[in-house]
């Protein structure tokens, strides 16, 4: 039986390749193939690893700071484009046309991330709903979190010291809603910290949101893709207006 410590590398680590295939691939079969295999091995995994549904509720559905722990684990785990590896990919669109493609790619990504868990609420067993929950939220957040390291990459804008330091800071520009050179304060990710608090709110709305694509039939796959798709770009945007605003404003300082 797997110790949790190991459990949670483990899921955040499974969260982290999926959120990053399903950025970079724009099939939509391909998508729908990657996040339920993810959905059914974290149902899988926790109904055994878990001890039952009961656990599975207390783990996944009501600990805010198990999700919290999820997301800090994963984010140094996220596979980041660099500014050389986004222009070659690319080739011949300026950082502004760069960064609308990512934001878009990740937009339908976290939408394609709804539809998934909201699929999974019609079929004849009745899934272990806080862990689908827990399992969109992690993948939605590492779309994110990935598009927001991808942003400043874009635009050379990238956060200073080695890979965990930066992920970090894209980890608090995904919590604030701004670029990493805005953000005030230091980086205290320690629980009861303001960062950590801000941390846990979004999550925890973050997860709210999830638990709509679990909605009766279709439905909720159709909310959950909305609202993803809508939350996921106006993310994107406000992220790239700060990086822009900083662009200009260093260009203008020369």
Do not use: C
Not at 79 to 105: K, N, W, Y
């Amino acid at each position: 039986m797997a110790e949790p410590e190991t459990e949670a590398t483990d899921l955040s680590l499974r969260a982290a390749e999926v959120a990053a295939d399903v950025s970079e691939t724009d099939r939509p079969q391909e998508q729908r193939r990657l996040l339920s295999a993810f959905n059914r091995a974290a149902t899988a995994s926790a109904r055994v690893a878990g001890r039952g549904t009961r656990a599975v509720r207390r783990r996944a559905g009501s600990g805010s700071e198990w999700l919290v722990s999820q997301v800090i684990a994963m984010a140094p785990r996220l596979r980041v484009r660099d500014q050389a590896t986004l222009q070659a990919q690319f080739p011949g669109l300026s950082a502004d046309e760069i960064a609308d493609t990512l934001i878009e790619h990740a937009a339908h990504a976290a939408a394609a991330a709804g539809g998934a868990a909201g699929m999974a609420a019609i079929l004849p067993v009745l899934p272990a709903f806080p862990v689908e929950v827990a399992a969109e939220t992690l993948v939605v957040v590492g779309i994110e979190i990935k598009l927001v390291a991808e942003l400043h990459e874009a635009y050379g804008a990238q956060a200073r010291g080695k890979l965990a330091e930066r992920m970090s800071n894209y980890l608090a520009a995904w919590a604030h809603r701004r670029g990493v050179f805005m953000i005030e304060g230091g980086l205290v990710l320690a629980a009861g910290s303001p960062l950590a608090r801000l941390l846990r709110r979004r999550l925890i709305a973050r997860a709210g949101r999830s638990a709509v694509s679990l909605g009766p039939l279709l439905t909720g796959a159709a909310a959950g893709a909305m609202f993803n798709r809508r939350e996921t770009r106006k993310l994107g945007r406000d992220i790239q207006r700060d990086l822009r605003r900083g662009a200009i404003g260093s260009r203008g300082s020369r």
